[in-house]
């Protein structure tokens, strides 16, 4: 069955006129003041592939390199969405949706869960960070920390924020702690494309353990899902989501190394310093602003929506994985042909991405026309299988060296 839904219109932005050069392309066609028009007719889609069962026949077919295997390490989850695994092998997963944390264990090491306990309820839980014995979760407006059990349960969870941003179009929450000491937390644009009114949002945001001294640490950053620190260079890297409706292949996804002080140019600059037909800088031209922009280090295809990262730093991968980042790329819904659906492998070369690749493939099928994964949590177990969970069907993958 074709689950086509076509979305064919024209946007009234921009002409764009092709330029080999984006700064030339800057300082010529951009329009510098409202006295100039701005027009442009952009072909939109909306495709959501079917959504399929994973079978044992589905799950046999996935993807990876040569040496490498897949399993379930649960199933029956809900939707399940971060992860954060301890030294002591206990996994929490988090589930926006339920408003739930749950604690999964495989006790006796056959690379499947046999404990599972809803450890938490908190209202669009979501974000998971550990630091010194305790987990920090983080919902759209609320931060909060609790204890850690020998047993892997929870204290109740108490309260350091309330006041985050309000969530919009992106409300999922993502957090970490920093070689600093320091907790950051990513917040998301409300709206695709838009001057935002609260200068948190489209931010990372930088704290204080409890929460206190909080304050913007870049801005710019539409929905920076998937971030983390390089273990050699201690540079923070972070995936940014592209800006929807410029096309099948714009705007590509960006790789970042997120830098204090820095403004990653949404919604008005992006990529390699193009520039957003639909909202215009105030009291700057296009072209000043692009000036005082971050542009990415790398990017990858447009409306793959690149959600957890984690650098490896297991022992069971081969060494030549050392000190890379994985991506879960949870996949298009508006564009034509659909990408993502998969993990990617980001190669760092002297603590520098240099290109990615596919690492688990395989969750489009029936040409594409349906799918049986949309990926959304990333972690290194202790054993240093890479866990990934899909809040489709409800599971979390592990992939592992046999």
Request: proline share 6%; aromatic share 10%; glycine share 8%.
């Amino acid at each position: 069955m074709n689950h086509w839904l076509p979305y064919s219109f024209a946007l009234s932005l921009l002409l764009v006129t092709s330029c080999s050069d984006d700064q030339d392309e800057l300082a010529t066609v951009i329009p510098e003041n409202e006295d100039q028009p701005t027009t442009t007719q952009i072909q939109g889609y909306v495709f959501y592939p079917a959504l399929a069962q994973p079978t044992a026949v589905n799950v046999q077919q996935l993807k990876v390199p040569a040496g490498f295997v897949v399993n379930k390490f649960a199933e029956n989850l809900g939707k399940p969405r971060m992860l954060a695994v301890t030294s002591a092998g206990h996994v929490y997963v988090s589930d926006r949706d339920a408003g739930t944390v749950t604690l999964l264990q495989d006790t006796n090491n056959d690379g499947t869960t046999d404990r599972q306990q809803v450890v938490a309820k908190l209202r669009q839980a979501h974000g998971l960070a550990l630091q010194h014995g305790k987990l920090y979760i983080v919902a759209v407006k609320e931060l909060y920390v609790a204890d850690i059990n020998m047993d892997g349960t929870l204290s109740m969870p108490q309260v350091l924020l309330r006041d985050l941003p309000d969530g919009g179009q992106h409300p999922n929450r993502t957090l970490a702690f920093g070689p600093d000491g320091q907790l950051y937390l990513s917040v998301g644009s409300t709206c695709n494309s838009c001057p935002e009114p609260n200068p948190e949002n489209a931010t990372m945001l930088v704290a204080n353990a409890d929460g206190s001294n909080r304050r913007v640490f870049a801005k710019g950053l539409r929905n920076t899902i998937g971030f983390g620190w390089h273990p050699q260079t201690g540079q923070l890297w972070g995936m940014d989501h592209g800006i929807d409706w410029l096309g099948d292949d714009e705007q590509k996804e960006e790789l970042n190394q997120i830098k204090p002080g820095a403004d990653y140019g949404w919604p008005y600059i992006y990529g390699e310093g193009k520039y957003n037909p639909s909202d215009r800088p105030q009291n700057l031209t296009y072209a000043e602003y692009a000036q005082r922009t971050t542009n990415p280090t790398l990017t990858y295809q447009a409306h793959s929506a690149p959600m957890a990262m984690v650098f490896y730093t297991g022992t069971q991968f081969p060494p030549e994985y050392q000190n890379d980042a994985f991506v879960a790329m949870r996949g298009s819904w508006n564009r034509r042909s659909p990408v993502g659906y998969k993990v990617v492998r980001v190669h760092f070369e002297n603590g520098q991405p240099t290109r990615v690749d596919d690492f688990l493939s395989g969750f489009l099928i029936n040409s594409n026309r349906a799918h049986f994964g949309r990926l959304v949590g990333l972690a290194v177990n202790r054993d240093g299988a890479l866990l990934v969970s899909d809040d489709t069907n409800g599971v979390i993958y592990r992939v592992a060296r046999p």
